[in-house]
Structures are given as C-alpha cells and as structure tokens.
C-alpha cells in the first residue's frame, strides 16, 4: 500500500495554519479587546527600514500615528520618532491554548501601539482580532465537525446495520433534515434560546446548532458504505463464526467507512467554519466585544465602512488559506480512498 | 396630554433622507390657470432668497407612507410627506427660530386667563382644488379630531386638563377656542394639525368611513390640503409625485406665489446605504438623516453636491435602568439586579465612569455632543446652563461604588471584579436596537468603560419592536440604550417621558402613583410648566426637572448627534434646521439655480 499520496502536504500546512491560531496570543501583539480610543480605524501601520531623513537602521522601525487636526478620520504618521519594533517582548497576559499562562508575545513597541493591519472602530488591533477570532471560528467548525460526525456515524451505522423499520424511519428523518432550509433553521434554533448568553454559552449554542443541524448527510453517506459492507464476504464468514453484532460492527464495519469520515470531516471543517461565522455576521454568534471571523466581518454591512476601510475586509482573506487546505486534504483523501479500495480488493484476489 | 415623543424608532442608518430631481419641463399646473394675488387674498410673504419657479425635486423617503389621511397617520413617513408637503396648520412653528408664527391663523388672541385662544384665518384661502376655506372647515376638522368613534392620532394632544378643547365660531374668518386649563404652549398646539376640506370628507365622516378615506390610492380629484404641493400620482412600492399647489398662501418677498418646484417626489428608498447611493450618484437632490460616517464618505467626494453640518438635533440618547415594581413575578435574578439599580450611587458612578467625549468621537466622528440632561444643544431655549458636566473619573465612581456596599475581589484572570455586599458579581445586559449601528457602539463603549470597573456588561441586540415591548409591557430586562426624538423644542410634548403616570417614562412606565420622592417632584414641576403663564415661569419648572434628573441619573444621558444633510449645488434656499423635517421644513422656497433644473431622471 502506498501512503505517499498527496495528503500529508496538506495536512502539514493546515497544521501550521491551525498552531498559528491556536499560539493567537502570542503572535497577536495586543488583548483583542483593547480599545485606543484616539485611533478608531487606523490604517495599517508601515514598518520602515529607511528614516525620514534617508538613514538606513538595521532594525525595523514605525511611526506613531495620530489623527490630522481637526480630522476625525484622516490619519498622519508622526515622523519625529522612530519606534523600533521589538520581537519576544513582554505585553498584556493570555493563555497559551487556554492553559498556559504567558506574557511572551513574538513582536511589540515600547513607545506606542503597532497595528500591522490597522484597528477597528473602537481602536482595536485587527491583527490581533483576526487571530484570536480564528480561534472561535476553527474551533466551533471543528467541534461542530467532531459533533456531527459523531450522530452522523451512530445513526447512519444504526439505520444501516440493522436494516428494516429502524432504517426507513431513520432515512426519512434524515430527508426530513436534509430538506430544511438550514440557514432559516439556525435562525429559528437561535431565536428560541435565551437572550443573555454570556460568550463561553453563545459558543457553545453556535456548536450545537451546527450539530444538530449537519448530521444528516454524513449520517446517510456512513448508512451508505455500511450497509455495503454488512454484505461483504468477509463480514458474513465473521458473522457466520458467531461474531456478535459489536464485535462486527467495531472491528468489520466501522473500519470501512473511516474513508467517508475522514474526507467528511475535511468537507465538513471549512461548511461549518461558514456557519459560524453566517451566524456571527448576523449578529447570532458570540457577542462583543469576543471576536469571531464573522463578526469582524459585521461592519462592512455598513456602506460607509465598505467604501472607506479596505482593511476592515482583511478577516475574509484570513479564511482563504484555512479552505484551500481543508478542500485539498478533503480532494487527496478521496483519491486515497478510492486507490486503496481498489489496492485492497485486488491484494484479497477477488479479481 | 400625550407625547409626542417619539422613539427614533429606526437607526440613523434607516432613516429616511429626501431627495430631489427635477426637470425643468414639467407643466405648470393641472388646472390651467393659476390664481394672481388679488388684493382679496392675504397671502404670508416669507423673507429669504428669490428663487425661480420651475424643476422637480426628487428625495428618497425611508418607507412608504401608510396613508394620506392625516387622522389616521402615525408611521413616520407618512406624518413626513402630510405635514411636510401637503398639509397645513393654523400656527406652525418655525423650524429654524423654534418660535411659533402665523400660518393659516393670521394672527391669534390669547386671554388673560390663558384659557381663550382668538384665531383669525387669512382672507382667500384656497384648497388645492380652489374651493374656499372659512371656519366652517376649522370646526369641521376640529370637530373630526376630537370625535372618539374616529380614533384620530391627534385627539389626545386635544384633551386638555382632562377635558377636550371646545370651538365656537364668530364669524367666517374667526373661531375661538376654550381650554378647560391653562396650557403652557398653548399655539403650540396648534402645530402639525392640518386643515381638512369639510367639502370631501364630511361625507366619508357622515357615512363612519372616514379614516378610509384618502389612502394612497386615492384618485387626486378626491384629494385637498393646504399645503405648498398637491397630490399627482402614486405608484405602489415606488414613488409618490406631489405637484405644485396653485392656491397656496404664501409669497416671497417680490410677490411671486410660492412653491417655487413644480414637482416634489418622494422615492421609497428603505435602506440608508441605498439612500446614500443614490443621492452620489445624482438620482436624489437632497439627503438628511446621515450618521456621521456616510456623511464623510459623501464629503469626502463632494462632486455637485455640499453637505452641511446643521449641529446638534434635538435627539438625545441615554442608558437607563429597569427601575419598575415588577412584584413577585420578577425572576430572582432580576430581583437581585433591580436592588443595585435602585441605588441611585450605582446610577451616578456608572455615570461618572462612562467616557462621552469617546462616544461622541467614535460614534459620531466628532459630529454630535456629550450631554448631561436630556435637552441637547440643539434646543435653543430650554436648556439649564446650571447642570454640572463632570469629566470622566474612574477614581470617582470606584469612591461611589465604595460608599454603596461593593467591593472588589481578585479575579484569577489578574482583572479585579465587582461584587456587591453579598458577594455577587456585578453583571448585567443591555440591550440595543440591533437596526440602530450608533446605539450598539455606545453599548460596546460602555460595556468597555465599565469592565474597567469591574462589571461585567453583555450586549443584547434586538429587534426594535421586541425591544419596546420589553421595556414598557413585560419589563423583563436590565438596562438599555435609546435615544428620544422630539418634534417640538417645548418640554411639553414630552410629558408622557418625564410623568410617572406617561408612557414613555421609560425606566418605570405608566406607574400609577410616582414611585420614589423625586419623581413626585418631577411630576409636579412638569404639571406646574404645563400651567404657567410665562416663558420665564415654565422654564424655572423645567430647569428644576433637568436638576433632578441630573441629581438622580433614571437616564444616564450620553450624546446627541448633528443632523446632518446634503442637497445638489444647484439648490437654493436650502437651510437644514434642528427641527423634524430637517430639510423639506421650508420645501416651498427650494428652487433649482439653473433654469433647467437636475434633469437626472
């Protein structure tokens, strides 16, 4: 069996992308939720290496910005003073994956803030947002992820291992499911829970939706390569020795469908990442001041935001490479799956 | 009296912005020949530039107005195109001065006692259609709004000290009008109520169907007002076309009869970005109701157009608690809220912790300002110069809070958080208007100012209506944000805000008998500005009222935006004022500079 396909690139880069998001404190130089009241969507900062007065500095530099006299939204950068920029500096406290306590942060300034990608309405570093915010987001498309493969195995293994009015009731439901329109659905969902959510609750609430929402077309694919593999030859010599139904389903069954879950997982990672952050932009995720990929987005609801802040568009960008790794993990894993099929059945001398 | 504050009900960025285009080759008027000043005729000359007859004047209206009935009006829109356009009222008041003047009412008598008002109309008043007006259609209309089996918008405005204001007619220009009590604005009242033609709706009236008379789709025929344009066509979901009232009762200083615009057309625009996106691109003449950050990018970009800053309105916005009885049936976590609320150093350190300036920066750019009472800069004439306006003092409201029983445990997440004396976390919600973009930032704001003191703040966007229905009906909430928006600069549409008894007194509405001691004294010293005689006298009640707000903090008051507006180059006489409707308040006197007017559409 040859495991040198394509999948393990994309599985490194995702790694990475998700171990950036996941260490968010410490590449994000500042608390996202620090407001600077004096700099309300300041443009992204330029890091200089050449001086107002043309001298070249080793060390990278910036100029504080402030706002133009008598200006509420025009900003100039103050070129008396260069601030270096300054890397593994102490700064505000976080968590390191929510457990380790640390004030390490890979780069800062002494003298005045450094917004690489700009600031929000309230001041807020949008680098900083944006990292922490993947974290809501890949988290909730994970669990959502976990959630739902995790129904849709039981009851797709349910409906197809056994067959008979277990199946037709299970199928209907899932047609039933797979038949609303799941966008109103979540709507409908969020409405009915309570109005205070503190954000730890909204995040969970928004896995739930998910949950409840996406099973059913894992569940009917998984149903799918069950009952296939229930009629294998090598399931029913099992089941002919005298296997019980777990030890078949367990060691026989299950095993088959690992393909569908893992490119299912892969499918279902960067959907669920969107639903989130559908929710969110609609104001029915996290509440504020926690950043989420979607409610960074909300503002550009505004015209005026979408005409004047380019970069308030950056959190949308941020999800591109995180998809194009999942979508290319999900497409290597299916040819994967269907090579070793075909390696498998061939090895057994079916043919 | 009921108020008629009313609740900015959309955000700014939903309001409604007006806009014009025109053509200059519209037809004169329908009727063939218009009417010469005849010395029968005492039309009110109005002073200001000479303008050119001619053009078409396009804005954009939020929504579709619900009707064309002035008794039966209460959506925005429709109040906005009647009494805007088409209507007209016996004393109006000025927007610009906030002073009442003469309208159809040539002049009025008060009597000494205050209870007698003598209004005599002008001579040669025309409907639209050129059927005459006399005070027969006074008493008819008068008759009409205060008539209980009508239901009209405007009848509880009429009921003065409990008793409806009666008419009695002198003679074909003359009507008099009893009071049972004195009424502190007295020819305010008259403001905003149109006119009817006893000629077309006394029939409808007769007949009990009357308030389904005039609905939009009303042939033009069927339709009369007063005011400087007359209806021409409606189509449903798109615009409504006024043109030029022949008959109307105002002239300029040379002596031409006004308006001067042929046609003034309101697009249904619903969505303020779209509202914007149009008047760039040409489609609309004029635009108000701008927040702060749409006015930047259309002043960044002038091209054709000026923009102006026409300072602080009159709308206020405030944070204000639940403060209501809610008995046994309040949840106890409510309960055990409701307790902090109640004590009024919590209210003041929340104040004195709230940074404004930093609202008014953020949220308006700059373009509004802090306040610390509920009469905003824009009003000209109530203000009390003697309220305090303390600056941000974090240290003061950790003393505040001190002195009313909290404390400060250490968090384990290094921020220390405050818990009252039986230990309990301070935490509460408030909630927004999730249409209202400005009053969500003040939220966020807030929720920032006071997470430096330790409290823990959520914020709960929702829908308008829901939240309305919230605070005034089932009470179950903690704290929100609103803003009020009144018509007039008198306190005295604003009654319903500042009685226990009103409706609108929101963080304990409609109470039946004045909860706490200082809302007693509001009470009678809004009762007691009702029924003075003098300026001087109501405006010592009123500042009183301010003090105690001020002292007591029911409203934590935060800023109050400036009406912003634009209107094409081309446009003459356009002076955005404080006063709803911000630009089309002096629509008669718009004219287009060039001879052809925007030829946009």
Redesign the interface.
């Not at chain 1, 109005?195 to 503190?198: A, E, G, M, P």
């Not at chain 2, 959520?458 to 929702?462: L, W």
């Given at each position: 069996m040859t495991w040198v396909s394509g999948w393990k690139p994309w599985f490194l880069a995702l790694a990475l992308l998700h171990g950036i998001i996941g260490c968010a404190g410490f590449f994000a130089p500042y608390d996202p939720?620090e407001?600077d009241?004096d700099r309300?969507y300041l443009p992204p900062m330029k890091i200089h290496l050449v001086d107002a007065a043309g001298h070249f500095h080793l060390r990278p530099f910036f100029y504080s910005m402030q706002l133009r006299e008598g200006s509420?939204?025009l900003f100039e950068e103050r070129a008396e003073r260069a601030i270096p920029l300054r890397f593994f500096v102490r700064g505000a406290?976080y968590r390191l994956f929510g457990i380790l306590p640390s004030h390490l942060h890979l780069f800062g300034a002494e003298a005045s803030r450094i917004c690489l990608v700009g600031s929000d309405?309230?001041?807020r570093d949008q680098l900083s947002r944006i990292l922490y915010g993947g974290q809501i987001s890949l988290l909730a498309g994970l669990m959502g992820m976990g959630l739902t493969l995790f129904l849709g195995v039981l009851i797709g293994a349910i409906a197809g291992f056994y067959g008979g009015w277990r199946d037709g009731l299970l199928m209907r439901v899932v047609e039933l499911f797979v038949a609303l329109p799941w966008l109103y659905l979540l709507f409908a969902f969020r409405a009915f829970l309570p109005?205070?959510?503190?954000p730890v609750q909204a995040f969970f609430l928004i896995i739930l939706v998910i949950g409840a929402v996406g099973w059913a077309r894992p569940a009917r694919l998984i149903r799918g390569v069950v009952l296939s593999a229930k009629e294998r030859d090598f399931v029913r010599a099992a089941r002919g020795f005298g296997a019980t139904d777990g030890y078949l389903l367990r060691r026989h069954i299950l095993p088959e469908t690992s393909s569908v879950i893992l490119t299912q997982a892969a499918i279902l990672v960067p959907q669920f990442v969107l639903a989130e952050m559908t929710l969110s932009f609609l104001?029915l995720g996290v509440?504020?001041?926690v950043p989420s990929w979607g409610s960074l987005l909300t503002s550009l609801q505004?015209?005026?935001?979408l005409?004047?802040y380019w970069w308030m568009y950056l959190p949308a960008l941020a999800i591109v490479p995180f998809f194009l790794g999942y979508l290319g993990l999900a497409s290597a894993l299916q040819e994967d799956a269907g090579t070793g099929k075909i390696e498998k059945t061939m090895g057994e001398g079916r043919w | 009296m009921v108020s008629m504050a009313r609740l900015s009900t959309f955000g700014r960025?939903l309001s409604c912005g007006l806009l014009l285009a025109s053509t200059g080759i519209t037809s004169l008027c329908a009727n063939g020949f218009p009417p010469q000043a005849g010395s029968s005729e005492e039309l009110l000359t109005l002073p200001g530039e000479i303008g050119k007859q001619g053009g078409r004047l396009v804005v954009s209206l939020r929504a579709e107005p619900k009707t064309l009935n002035p008794l039966t009006a209460a959506d925005a829109p429709s109040r906005e195109v009647i009494l805007g356009a088409m209507q007209a009222d016996l004393i109006h008041i000025n927007r610009a001065t906030q002073l009442t003047e003469s309208a159809l009412a040539k002049s009025w008598k008060v009597s000494a006692d205050g209870l007698q008002y003598t209004l005599t109309l002008r001579k040669g008043l025309r409907f639209s259609d050129g059927h005459p007006v006399d005070a027969d259609d006074v008493l008819f209309t008068f008759r009409v709004y205060l008539d209980e089996n009508v239901h009209a918008t405007q009848r509880d405005q009429l009921i003065v000290g409990g008793k409806p204001i009666t008419l009695r007619r002198v003679d074909a220009q003359t009507v008099v009008f009893q009071l049972a009590k004195t009424y502190g604005a007295g020819e305010r009242l008259f403001d905003g109520l149109a006119i009817l033609p006893r000629h077309l709706l006394e029939k409808p009236y007769t007949e009990g169907r009357l308030s389904q008379a005039w609905t939009l789709a009303t042939p033009p025929s069927e339709w009369a007002g007063l005011g400087p344009f007359r209806l021409k066509e409606y189509v449903a979901g798109q615009k409504l076309t006024l043109e030029r009232n022949p008959y109307y009762w105002k002239q300029d200083a040379k002596g031409d009869r006004l308006p001067y615009l042929n046609e003034l057309v309101f697009l249904f625009v619903p969505n303020?970005?779209a509202q914007?996106?149009r008047f760039q691109s040409g489609e609309t003449d004029l635009i108000s109701r701008l927040?702060a950050?749409?006015f930047?990018?259309l002043s960044?970009q002038q091209n054709g157009y000026t923009m102006s800053d026409a300072g602080p309105g009159l709308e206020y916005n405030f944070l204000f608690f639940n403060l209501g009885e809610l008995g046994e049936k309040a949840p106890p976590d409510l309960a055990r809220k409701m307790k902090w609320f109640r004590e009024v150093k919590f209210r003041r350190a929340i104040s004195a912790a709230i940074?404004r300036d930093?609202i008014v920066?953020?949220v308006y750019?700059?373009?509004g300002a802090a306040l610390w009472g509920p009469v905003a800069p824009g009003n000209r004439r109530w203000g009390n110069s003697a309220i305090p306006h303390p600056a941000r003092s974090l240290e003061k409201a950790r003393a505040l809070l001190k002195e009313a029983g909290f404390s400060w445990t250490a968090e384990p997440s290094?921020e220390p958080a405050l818990v009252d004396s039986d230990g309990k976390p301070v935490e509460f919600?408030i909630l927004t208007s999730?249409t209202n973009?400005d009053r969500t930032?003040m939220a966020?704001?807030i929720?920032?100012d006071l997470r430096q003191l330790g409290m823990r703040v959520?914020?709960?966007?929702?829908e308008f209506r829901s939240l309305i229905d919230r605070v005034t009906q089932t009470r179950e909430y903690e704290a929100c944000v609103l803003g009020l928006v009144s018509f007039d600069a008198d306190p005295t549409p604003e009654m319903n805000v500042w009685l226990s008894s009103g409706g609108t007194h929101l963080w304990n509405p409609s109470q039946s008998r004045p909860a706490t001691a200082w809302e007693a004294e509001i009470d009678r010293q809004m009762e007691q500005q009702l029924a003075a005689p003098s300026f001087e006298q109501r405006k010592k009640s009123f500042d009183r009222v301010q003090e105690i707000l001020a002292e007591n903090e029911p409203m934590i008051f935060l800023a109050s935006p400036d009406i912003l507006a634009g209107a094409k180059n081309s446009i003459g006489n356009f002076h955005p004022a404080v006063l709803e409707p911000y630009v089309l308040w002096n629509a008669e006197q718009l004219y287009f500079r060039n001879a052809t007017g925007n030829a946009s559409k």
């Open positions: 939720t407001q009241r309300p509420f939204e406290p309405a309230y001041g109005l205070t959510v503190s104001g509440p504020e001041p505004q015209y005026s935001v005409v004047s | 960025w303020a970005d914007v996106l927040g950050e749409s930047s990018v960044r940074d930093a920066r953020l750019q700059g373009r290094g919600s999730s973009a930032k966020t704001l929720q920032d959520q914020i709960v966007p929702m």
